[in-house]
Nanobody
Framework: VQLQASGGGLVQPGGSLRLSCAAA????????IAWFRQAPGKDREFVAA????????HYADSVKGRFTISRDNAKNTVYLLMNSLRPEDTAVYYC???????????????????WGQGTEVTVSS
């Protein structure tokens, strides 16, 4: 499985960005896809996840109500729409995939088998 994250950039506080994670995998609809982020000097943290096609979505409390994760199985792509961005959202964002992760583990990066390269998001005036 190959994952390609894109869409990062520099945005002012209060602005929006949409990240994309394109997956080269034949079983995309069966993958749980998640976004994690890592700020300088900090651990990688869970942001959002979408479970296998038709499944649920999950968010970190820090982004709930501001970020929306969605998937387009026809395009093998997951999106992360980020609104009302704050300076504390500044980080490198990574997408991850796993076909068999269980609900209780999906917020832990160590359980994901496949990772894409990061895309950098900077929120600054």
């Amino acid at each position: 499985v190959q994952l390609q994250a894109s869409g990062g950039g520099l945005v002012q506080p209060g602005g929006s960005l949409r990240l994309s994670c394109a997956a080269a995998v034949g079983t995309f609809s069966r993958q749980t896809i998640a976004w994690f982020r890592q700020a300088p000097g900090k651990d990688r943290e869970f942001v959002a996840a979408t479970r296998r096609s038709g499944g649920s979505t999950h968010y970190a409390d820090s982004v709930k109500g501001r970020f929306t994760i969605s998937r387009d199985n026809a395009k093998n792509t997951v999106y992360l729409l980020m609104n009302s961005l704050r300076p504390e959202d500044t980080a490198v964002y990574y997408c991850a995939a796993d076909p068999s992760i269980i609900l209780s583990s999906l917020r832990e990066c160590r359980h994901y088998e496949y990772w894409g390269q990061g895309t950098e998001v900077t929120v600054s005036s």
